[in-house]
């Protein structure tokens, strides 16, 4: 049986985006179907979707109301559409009025120290934090809770806590995000396969296997 492809998948996203969480639920999934024929290094990349929001946050409706020039109705409609993509892919969506939005930038300092720990425990740290957001309506600006949701995947709280304290890896996440944008990426998820293949959006688990099986017959067996 041949070497199974290996695939350099970075995964560029913000942890307020729903989108995100969908398409990585999505892109896990395709990964499990492709087992055997794929062998992915999944690598998260950071962008910001509001990275001026204040640390109290926003009404989550209020916000996307403003931000997209649309009626609560239309919103709804969106929510709703959201949740059943969610759904499909064993994700809770549960945004409604009343949940907020809330600054990513210590979100994604958190994630690019756990990659450097081990990028396994980086996806389980960005499930997490997808679920605290958009299922549990936590505030993930909060260095408490960042701190709390890193020790529950397996991460050292005390030095996520350092890492959050001392502003640790805050030229790294600003570099990673001016890379993305100067490279034309200016929505999200985008799922860039071995520097050359564009994925764009929170696709289902179908386009995303056959969008990866495509690639992976055109790259060399590990």
């Known amino acids: 049986m041949p070497a199974p492809a290996r695939l350099r998948i970075d995964f560029v996203s913000d942890v307020a985006c729903p989108w995100c ?3 990585l639920a999505s892109l ?3 990964l499990e179907k492709l087992d055997g024929n794929v062998a992915a290094d999944i690598h998260l990349q950071p962008f910001e979707l509001s990275p001026d929001m204040p640390f109290e946050g926003e009404d989550a409706v209020d916000h996307i109301m403003h931000k997209y020039g649309i009626s609560e109705a239309q919103s709804e409609a969106n929510r709703k559409a959201l949740r059943e993509r969610a759904a499909a892919v064993g994700f809770d969506y549960n ?3 009343g949940s907020r939005v809330w600054n990513t930038y210590d979100a994604h300092r958190l994630l690019h ?3 450097t720990q081990d990028p396994a425990k980086a996806v389980a740290l960005k499930q997490a934090l997808f679920r605290a957001y958009f299922t549990d309506n936590e505030n993930v600006a909060d260095r408490e809770i960042l ?3 890193a020790g529950e995947v397996g991460l050292d709280a005390a030095q996520a806590r350092s890492v959050l304290e001392n ?3 805050a030229d790294a ?3 990673q995000e001016r890379h993305y944008q100067q490279a034309g ?3 999200v998820p985008a799922t860039i396969v071995n520097n050359e293949y564009l994925i764009s959006g929170g696709q289902p688990p179908e386009a995303f296997e056959q969008a990866l099986r495509e690639i992976a017959a055109k790259t060399p067996n590990a």
Request: hydrophobic share 50%.
């Open 21 to 23: 969480a969908i398409g």
């Open 28 to 30: 896990q999934r395709a």
């Open 95 to 97: 945004m409604q009025r």
């Open 113 to 115: 120290w756990a990659e």
């Open 147 to 149: 701190v709390r949701i």
């Open 167 to 169: 502003n640790l890896y």
């Open 173 to 175: 996440v600003r570099a």
């Open 185 to 187: 990426i200016h929505s």
